[in-house]
Structures are given as structure tokens and as C-alpha cells.
């Protein structure tokens, strides 16, 4: 199993500016996984983030808006950059899921005013 | 067609009773999740299964590989259980998880 530690848990932030959210792991991942939740949404994949190597990105989602870094096998950061009211939405960190049990953070409940 | 599908969308029930969530897939697969998200945003697994049937508690989850269909029962539903209820199954291709766009319990006192 795996432990997921997210924060923060939530955040009201003012247009413009940049919020970055961070996981931790209590074991060493190969690939974490970062998703959004628009309201009343299911999860969206933003981005698969691997130890030493630039995260992919899916179709819809930038480097440039979402940078991700992943510096070590047990931990890793999102950042929400320029934000716009578009961005409020739940955001996850995950691992597993493809062979393996999948575990998520807490979430990162995120309101842009 | 999504590649998950959830039904219902939305249920309510009132405590003591059975619930059922239905969850069908249009992709061949080797095992299904069954997550339980809070409102509070926190997702958790309650089961991974990839043939017959799993039980945890009052929770039990069944699968059926050549119809492309699983099923989470709820027995003597609790206030407590009210959640989002979400299916996902692996694409093997991007190595990512699917999600059905989630069943929205509320179980009344």
C-alpha cells in the first residue's frame, strides 16, 4: 500500500497568481499520476510525472500553466500558474492503478476569486 | 461512447437499505477499481478486482469480465456511506486509469 500526503488541503487564491501543491510519498513510485476535478466533474488527467525525466502531458493541459516537478521517487509538485476563476476544481495526486491498487492524496480543493 | 459507464448519476436511500451501483465498460480489461470519494475531495480504494466477487465489511463489489460489467452493493446502508462512488479501469496504452463520472449516494437517517 501506499500513503499519500497532499497539501494544502485547500486554498482561495486571487487571479493571476500561482498556487503550487505537493505529494508525498511514503514509498518510492516510479510514475505519479495528477488530475483534475472541475465541479460535478469526474477526474481529468493533467499529466504523468517520472523521476528524472520531463512529465507528458495529455491533450488540453500545458507546461507552461501546469509545470510539474519530480525530484525524487517520493515526491513531487504541481503548480497552477496565472490562475483564472476556469482553474477552481479539486486537484489529486495519485499512483498505482494500472496493475495495482490505486491510492490518491486528499485533494487540494482550489478557489480562484 | 465514454469507455466507463455509471448508473445511476444520483441515488438516495434510506438507511438500512440495499444499494446497488452499476458500472460497464466498452474496453477489454484486467481488473476494475471501485473508489469512494469524500466531499471533502479525498479519494479511497475499496476494492481492485478482476474476476467474481469481493467483500469488505458491508461492502461488496462483483465483476463479470465477459459482459463487461461490475457491481458495488451497499448492505444495511449507513448516513456514512453517503459519498461519491467512482468506477476506473487501466489503459494499458498510457498506462493511466479511465474514470465513470461517479454515482452521488446520500443515505438519509
Known amino acids: 500500500s501506499a500513503v499519500i500526503s497532499q497539501k494544502p488541503s485547500r486554498d482561495i487564491c486571487q487571479r493571476g497568481t500561482s498556487l503550487t501543491i505537493q505529494c508525498q510519498v511514503d514509498s518510492q513510485v516510479t510514475m505519479m499520476f495528477w488530475y483534475r476535478q472541475q465541479p460535478g466533474q469526474s477526474l481529468t488527467l493533467i499529466a504523468t510525472a517520472n523521476q528524472g525525466s520531463e512529465a507528458t502531458y495529455e491533450s488540453g493541459f500545458v507546461i507552461d500553466k501546469f509545470p510539474i516537478s519530480r525530484p525524487n521517487l517520493t515526491f513531487s509538485t504541481l503548480t497552477v500558474s496565472n490562475m483564472s476563476p476556469e482553474d477552481s476544481s479539486i486537484y489529486l495526486c495519485?499512483?498505482?492503478?494500472?496493475?495495482?491498487?490505486?491510492?490518491f492524496g486528499q485533494g487540494t480543493r482550489l478557489t480562484v476569486v | 461512447k465514454n469507455e466507463v459507464e455509471q448508473s445511476p448519476q444520483n441515488l438516495t436511500a434510506q438507511e438500512g437499505e440495499f444499494i446497488t451501483i452499476n458500472c460497464s465498460y466498452s474496453v477489454g480489461i484486467s481488473a476494475l477499481h471501485w473508489l469512494q470519494q469524500h466531499p471533502g475531495g479525498g479519494i479511497v480504494s475499496l476494492f481492485m478486482l478482476s474476476s467474481g466477487k469481493k467483500k469488505h465489511g458491508r461492502l461488496i463489489a462483483t465483476i463479470n469480465i465477459q459482459e463487461k460489467h461490475s457491481s458495488l452493493h451497499i448492505t444495511a446502508s449507513h448516513p456514512r456511506d453517503s459519498a461519491v462512488y467512482i468506477c476506473a479501469v487501466p489503459r494499458y496504452s498510457a498506462r493511466q486509469l479511465t474514470f465513470g463520472s461517479g454515482t452521488q449516494l446520500t443515505v438519509l437517517p
Open positions: 495519485s499512483v498505482g492503478g494500472v496493475n495495482t491498487e490505486a491510492f
